[in-house]
């Protein structure tokens, strides 16, 4: 059985640092794209960051929007065969539940948009406050 789940979330003050985490189970993620998505209340889902299978032409390539460039880290470990967000500097506007999700992916880029990945853990709730 697939299954993808969350932990880390937390609430920090602003400018603190969280680690997410994303273990899956079920499958091997050597073979598929995860992204992290996050969804903060009254607001769309938005793709945050993505790191590729290691299945394709730019192995581990990763992906992050521009709101979080030089804040968030994206990396795998696939021993643990769990990919995690390293989130610094951390502001109010982060405040959301963060998902993972996987896809199994050959592209040579990420896959773009919420409705191309196939598994989805529960999520993880973060909240930045004072």
């Known amino acids: 059985q697939v299954q993808l789940v969350e932990s880390g979330g937390d609430l920090v003050q602003p400018g603190g640092s969280l680690r997410l985490s994303c273990a899956a189970s079920?499958?091997?993620?050597?073979?598929?794209?995860i992204g992290w998505f996050r969804q903060a209340p009254g607001k769309v889902r938005e793709g945050i960051s993505c790191?590729?299978?290691?299945?394709?032409?730019?192995?581990?390539?990763?992906y992050y929007i521009e709101s979080v460039k030089g804040r968030f880290t994206i990396s795998r470990d696939n021993a643990k065969n769990t990919v995690y967000l390293q989130m610094n500097s951390l502001k109010p506007e982060d405040t959301a539940v963060y998902y993972c999700a996987a896809v199994k992916w050959g592209g040579s880029r990420c896959p773009v948009g919420g409705a191309m990945f196939d598994y989805w853990g529960q999520g993880t709730q973060v909240t930045v406050s004072s």
């Open positions: 790191i590729n299978s290691r299945i394709n032409s730019r192995p581990g390539d990763t």
């Open positions: 079920g499958f091997t993620l050597d073979y598929y794209a």
